[in-house]
């Protein structure tokens, strides 16, 4: 039996996400979002795909994980979400502060947590120009 075959009687954990811009109250749309998963902490990371965030800040379909996942990934891409953000608001405000450095100061989030079998993580990223913060929800 293939190790990349998911086993249908062994209950996987299974993950979700959403991004809230928290410096506008608003979800982050058009976020794109990789899933990668590992069978311990030795253990090399298998990416697995990914989605992009909906109007609704919310990743409705990623990838399933395999059996035996005990670490899961996310690789949020929010530079383009944020420079994005930071050219509109330039149009209305030119003396927005700068970060200092080229692009946005947090260009990628990786988010790394552990697993168990048969539970779902769903684990929001609330996300603002100079800092995030991560919890698992509900």
């Known amino acids: 039996m293939s190790t990349d075959a ?3 009687i062994t209950p996987v954990a299974s993950v979700s996400t959403h991004i809230l811009d928290t410096s506008v109250g608003r979800p982050a749309a058009n976020v ?3 899933l990668a998963a590992r069978g311990g902490r ?3 990371w298998r990416a697995l795909g990914g989605s992009a965030t909906d109007a ?3 990743c409705k379909d990623l990838p399933a994980l395999p ?3 005990t670490q899961v990934r996310l690789d949020f ?3 383009p979400y944020l420079e994005k953000k930071q050219a ?3 149009q209305d405000a030119p003396a927005n502060r700068d970060s200092g450095a080229a692009g946005a100061f947090f ?3 990786a988010v790394t947590f552990a697993v168990v079998p048969g539970e779902h993580y769903h684990v929001p990223l609330l996300l603002n120009p100079f800092g995030y913060s991560v919890y698992r929800g509900s």
Do not use: K, L, M, S
């Open 42 to 44: 030795e253990a090399d």
């Open 32 to 34: 794109a979002v990789r």
């Open 107 to 109: 260009p990628e989030v």
């Open 56 to 58: 609704d800040g919310r």
């Open 6 to 8: 998911i086993d249908p």
């Open 88 to 90: 509109d608001a330039q």
């Open 77 to 79: 891409e929010v530079q």
């Open 67 to 69: 059996a035996g996942t």
